[in-house]
């Protein structure tokens, strides 16, 4: 069995920086891509970025030029590191990898809250 555990979430003013951390533990043999997704009240859960294990990275367009993902594959780890936080920031963000232990499969994590508020 695989988890996925992220930690780094919390309340910050708008402008303000947090710097998000999942790490992968359990029967791992690979990592695949990872990435980290959102999802606001009453919306839909949505990508914000990924990162592949060579560290190709995609982002959502709403978050280009302020978040940056990254990983350390010795670690099993993926970070978020977010910059220039504005209110629609606001959201459980969520943690995903493609993770092979006997087989492949899609893992999620449990979520972290982010506020951005004044």
């Known amino acids: 069995q695989v988890q996925l555990v992220e930690s780094g979430g919390g309340l910050v003013h708008p402008g303000g920086s947090l710097r998000l951390s999942c790490a992968a533990s359990?029967?791992?043999?690979?990592?695949?891509?990872m990435g980290w997704y959102r999802q606001a009240p009453g919306k839909q859960r949505e990508l914000v970025a990924t990162i592949t294990p060579h560290d190709s990275t995609v982002y959502a367009d709403s978050v280009k030029g302020r978040f940056t993902i990254s990983r350390d594959n010795a670690k099993n780890t993926v970070y978020l590191q977010m910059n220039t936080l504005k209110p629609a920031d606001t959201a459980v963000y969520y943690c995903n990898a493609n993770v092979r232990t006997t087989t492949w499969f899609n893992s999620w994590g449990q979520g972290t809250q982010v506020t951005v508020s004044s």
């Open positions: 359990g029967n791992i043999f690979s990592i695949d891509t």
